[in-house]
């Protein structure tokens, strides 16, 4: 079974028609992730992202990406995102993950047992987790509310900045050192995610931002969909010092399936072979050791290679998992078992 780091799936239903069409989940939907696909592939759930776009202004998200086939790429960093207008959506999002459950297409989880529970029972498991937090007031009462709704994961911003932080944008090559860290609001931030036991996410911060974390949190350093800098020298991936820095507090990362932060060329080509995968997998293993790397596919949210293409695909990434020579203790590790790990490490019951 494979549990995973990241999708944006909620944010595709919102957009096809929202609650009214979420039962697309159940029979049948485009897209990365639905039932029929996920018991072909053996997707057992992941965390959920509630996320805010931006405007496209005319533009799509595929002009996005053919931007990010060229040689070399800066995709301009979008404007931050009032509360005002993030919460609505937010909030939609949120109806949209309770109404799947209302529906029995998944179980959102707010303890490791509940994980657990799930794993055992065949469920699909989904954590509630926010990808950017621009719904969040400075005050953080709202940070209060939605770990009470459910809210167990949480990402201080995604790429464009917030109130709390600075993002990375999607350029290369270039590294993660671009910008200031965390605001005085972040530090709040991260002492009360902490408090509540909201695990933190530190993919698509900056690298000044990821060291505020780091020297702030007293909890384990997870990256959910982030890969290797050392390979894809993307502004997105993670440089040896800061897995080390991660392996050091016991956290861990989840291999992003994005074509585009794969690959050596930073292309986001769908034609990326699963040995560049495994090129991260083993990379992270190396770095981390093999209790500390997991998957986080960003399923609905990037263009993954056409050898996987959605949740169906999965058997093929296992498939090369185990040619490559990783035993199944191993396998169970990266499949599910260390993201069960970190969580309890993290959460508070």
Known sequence: MIFDGHNDVLLKLMVNGGVDKAGSFVTGRDGHIDIPRANIGGFGGGFFALYVRSPLNGKSLDDKYDEMKQPQYDVPLPAPVPQADALP??????????????????????TADDLRGCFASGQMAAIMHMEGAEAIDAELHTLDVLHAAGLRSLGPVWSRDTIFGYGVPFRFPSDGDIGDGLTEAGFRLVKRCNELGIMLDLSHLNEAGF?????????????????????????????????????????????????????????????????????????MIEKLGEDRVGLGSDFDGAWVPEAITDVAG????????????????????LCHENWLRVLDKTWKE
């Open 89 to 110: 959506v937010i909030m939609e999002e949120i109806a949209i993950l309770l109404h799947l459950q209302e529906m029995g297409a998944l179980k959102i989880c707010h």
């Open 211 to 283: 060291w505020d974390i780091a020297k702030t949190t007293d909890a384990p350093l997870v990256a959910t969909h982030s890969n290797v800098h050392a390979i894809c020298s993307h502004a997105r991936n993670l440089t040896d010092k800061q897995l080390a820095a991660i392996a050091e507090s016991d956290g861990m990362v989840g291999l992003n399936f994005a074509c585009a932060f794969l690959r050596e060329d930073g292309q986001m080509d769908l034609d990326t072979p699963l040995d560049t995968m495994l090129r991260h997998l083993d990379y």
């Open 314 to 333: 999965l058997n093929n990434l296992r498939a090369a998992m185990r040619a490559h020579g990783y035993d199944e203790p191993l396998m169970r590790k």
